[in-house]
């Protein structure tokens, strides 16, 4: 019977540290995995998704201090290039399938972008100061 009790105490155990363990890692890769750089500095995160055929939404207003998340939901790599000099807000890189990554907006203004692999895939953000 003791043998039993030290059996299932040590499962219990190991089972606590497992779960425990996989938690952190989870949070770790997925903060990886998503290309995340902390948390929203003012109001809401809004979206852009990429599918393979274009940008959705194609136009998209936020206040400048705000997040957009572009999540690629393609087969292929996604590089986002903006169409300024100016455009240095959206340097994001390349975006793997099924990944997504966030960029906070600090200027105000009108952001043309397009894919770099289709250049008639375009959109826009426009940034307004408050």
């Known amino acids: 019977m003791h043998r039993i009790l030290k059996l299932a105490t040590a499962i219990v155990v190991i089972a606590v540290v497992g779960f425990g363990a996989f938690f952190v890692w989870r949070h770790t890769h997925d903060a990886e995995r998503l290309g995340e750089r902390g948390a929203p500095s003012v109001g809401q995160v809004d979206s852009i998704t990429y599918d393979g ?24 790599n996604l590089l986002i290039v903006g169409s300024s000099s100016k455009s240095t807000d959206l340097e994001v890189g390349t975006i793997d399938p099924g990944v997504s990554k966030s960029i906070t907006m600090t200027h105000a203004g009108t952001w043309s972008y397009y894919n770099q692999r289709a250049s008639s895939q375009q959109g826009s953000i426009t940034v307004s100061e408050n």
Do not use: A, M, Y
């Open 53 to 76: 055929t274009g940008f959705e939404p194609q136009s998209l207003h936020v206040r400048k201090g705000e997040r957009v998340r572009i999540i690629n939901q393609s087969s292929s």
